[in-house]
């Protein structure tokens, strides 16, 4: 009976030293209790594993289809996982760059100079390959950190066109303004000017009007 207690015991460590490649034994009398119920750890260990795993893989897909940049590093910024958004926003590439540190990837003063003032409440703007991000660190789990670029150059450059639009329509409203409003002034003081005079002032008057309506 004893050295039966023995082999249970040896097949039992056996397990606990590898009990991802080693099947449970088998046991009987108080064994089959003790096998039966690591046997449902076990079980439950895989299924969470499981979902963990499933669950892992929904979420990268779900960020491979942000528009934003996604870069995933540890808590010494050696790259772990990026997103196709940053990888065009930032040059770079999971399958190359994966271990490495990305501010040696990013070669951005502006990038260095935010990284070691470690500020990262406030986002940082950077002008990088041509383009402008809006870029954010937000650190998590105590050891990883997620790196979040926005792309604002279209945006940027819509602006710059609104802002001159409306600079250029200022400037060329300014002018029929002040022909009206010279000729309103006239007026006003010479109540009694001539009808001839008058009326060449009313169709400049109203040509600038028309001039505005089109602008």
Not at 25 to 37: K, L
Not at 185 to 192: G, H, K, R, V
């Amino acid at each position: 009976m004893f050295l039966i207690q023995l082999v249970y015991l040896q097949r039992l460590g056996d397990w606990l030293d590898n009990p991802s490649s080693s099947r449970l034994p088998d046991g009987s009398g108080a064994w089959t209790e003790v096998f039966s119920r690591l046997y449902k750890l076990r079980r439950g260990d895989e299924k969470n594993q499981a979902e963990l795993t499933e669950w892992l893989a929904r979420f990268r897909q779900a960020m491979t289809l942000l528009p934003d940049g996604v870069v995933i590093m540890d808590d010494v910024l050696f790259l772990e996982w990026c997103n196709p958004a940053a990888e065009h926003h930032l040059g770079l590439s999971l399958s190359q760059d994966k271990g490495m540190r990305v501010t040696n990837l990013v070669r951005s003063p502006e990038f260095m100079d935010y990284i070691i003032l470690g500020r990262y409440e406030t986002p940082l703007t950077l002008s990088f390959r041509d383009r402008k991000l809006i870029a954010h660190i937000i650190p998590f789990e105590n050891r990883r950190q997620i790196l979040v670029t926005h792309d604002v150059t279209e945006s940027e450059r819509i602006d710059m066109m609104r802002r001159d639009f409306i600079a250029n329509a200022s400037h060329e409203l300014r002018t029929p303004l002040t022909v009206i409003n010279g000729f309103l002034e006239i007026a006003s003081l010479q109540p009694d000017l001539d009808i001839p005079t008058r009326n060449a002032h009313l169709k400049l008057m109203s040509e600038q009007g028309e001039r505005m309506q089109r602008l």
